[in-house]
């Protein structure tokens, strides 16, 4: 290639970096118009849906919550949706809602079994108060969650064009074969994926056999480990929380499933050369196949879990709907990243040798922020909470699956797409990485 051509793709590629941080500037100070907000009421003879248009909110004339041919109302919470009906901007548990409530109009209110009890004659009316008004004129400004998934959008796309941009220049140069390119690197990647395949099975499955060999218990561990740790949580939180999260106990399961495979996957990178040291030494292997062989171990350990999971989701009658289907999308991105982030640790781990030790102290500080024994968005105060559900993935995925798991829900769906092209382009970085450095691993350990 021409030295004419090389300058070209060195100023577009630069080209690119100055749009997308100039996108990423003006999307975090331009003015948008404030949002319509979306309210669900959620009692429990069902779920009613309010749309308030900005102007109605600015002028703070939405003070009303009318129930038609209602005597009773037993309400459990109030939701409140922005521009994505997925992504949930606030909600007050049935414990909130009274301190927004002025008076109830020829009615009385009370608390009883984890319900705002409303009563009346036919009609009940919710007179709310000037902190409900604040609050919603606050939600309508404030347009948090819509930039951060903006500004995660331009970065991940500016990052693709890049990614292109060198996949170009790979094709047109000349002796292209080992010059790990984008192109060469995809290529290799799905030759070693198919040939080791078999590999990776069978070790996933050797090293699954080896964990439980010589314990009386066998495979019970694999339920028994995540089972246990539930009920500590549920013990020692349970108390705080269990009254205000509904069907706790599964809550707090699901969540410790899902932290437990990202948790071990990506710990386990960081120190994946040094503990393999004779299989890197003696033998050439991708190093991504140990990687990947370890993550299968870990997934079937997963699955076998899940049978406990299962008879909770029986035992405590929780309703299994149609957005059940966008639990495999979270666990699918969950994964990906995990993978992601995993190659690029499993790289800085061979020369950082207390990388282990740092990467143990952010995994533990994650996992507290990750909301497995509290519901984020209504435990941490505003704006901290959507903030935590777009810039913490851990968070995102697990309210997210169990979001549709547990609530059949849709939630947190942008946030999810952002982070699947996150996930993507971590996947490539690591993969390049380890590739164009895995011939000197050997000579450091």
């Not at 009773?72 to 009906?85: A, D, N, P, S, T």
């Not at 947190?412 to 996930?423: C, D, Q, R, T």
Request: glycine content about 6%; aromatic content about 12%.
């Amino acid at each position: 290639m021409s030295k004419n051509l090389k300058g070209v793709f060195r100023v577009v590629k630069m080209l690119i970096i100055v749009l997308g941080i100039a996108g990423i500037i003006w999307t975090g100070l331009h003015q948008f118009n404030n949002r319509n907000i979306m309210m669900e009421i959620e009692t429990e003879q069902g779920k009613q849906a309010i749309f308030i248009s900005n102007d109605v909110i600015a002028k703070g004339q939405f003070t009303t919550i009318l129930f038609e041919d209602a005597d009773e109302v037993r309400l459990k919470k109030i939701k409140f949706f922005g521009q994505w009906k997925s992504v949930l901007l606030k909600e007050l548990s049935y414990s909130n809602v009274a301190a927004y409530v002025e008076t109830i109009q020829q009615g009385k209110m009370h608390t009883e079994s984890g319900q705002l009890v409303l009563t009346g004659n036919g009609r009940i009316c919710m007179e709310m108060n000037a902190s409900f008004v604040k609050m919603m004129q606050e939600l309508s400004a404030s347009f948090l969650q819509e930039r951060l998934v903006i500004m995660g959008l331009i970065a991940s796309l500016a990052a693709i064009m890049i990614i292109v941009c060198n996949a170009i220049q790979e094709k047109l140069t000349e002796n292209n074969w080992n010059n790990h390119g984008p192109i060469y690197d995809i290529k290799r990647f799905c030759r070693d994926l198919v040939k080791y395949w078999q590999y990776m099975v069978f070790s996933a499955k050797a090293d699954l056999r080896a964990e439980v060999a010589d314990s009386y218990l066998n495979r019970l561990w694999w339920l028994l480990e995540p089972f246990f740790n539930m009920l500590i949580y549920v013990i020692v939180f349970g108390q705080v929380m269990g009254n205000s999260i509904e069907n706790y106990a599964t809550f707090v399961f699901s969540g410790l499933l899902m932290w437990n495979f990202f948790n071990k996957t990506v710990g386990y990178s960081v120190k994946l050369v040094r503990s393999n040291r004779d299989i890197v030494t003696k033998v050439y292997i991708p190093k991504f196949v140990i990687l990947i062989s370890n993550m299968m171990l870990n997934f079937m350990k997963l699955a076998f879990s899940m049978i406990v999971l299962l008879v909770m989701l029986a035992v405590f009658k929780v309703h299994i709907g149609i957005n059940v289907i966008w639990f495999f999308p979270a666990y699918l991105v969950m994964m990906l990243l995990a993978f992601g982030v995993g190659m690029i640790f499993l790289h800085l781990g061979v020369y950082v040798d207390d990388l282990s030790y740092a990467v143990g102290i952010l995994l533990n500080m994650l996992m507290f922020l990750s909301g497995i024994f509290y519901n984020v968005m209504t435990t941490l105060q505003d704006p901290l909470n959507g903030m935590m559900l777009c810039l913490n993935p851990a968070a995102m995925f697990i309210d997210t699956m169990r979001q549709a798991l547990v609530y059949n829900t849709v939630a947190n769906l942008p946030v999810l797409g952002v982070w699947f092209l996150i996930a993507i382009i971590l996947c490539y970085i690591g993969i390049h990485i380890v590739y164009k450095n895995e011939n000197s691993y050997v000579k450091v350990v």
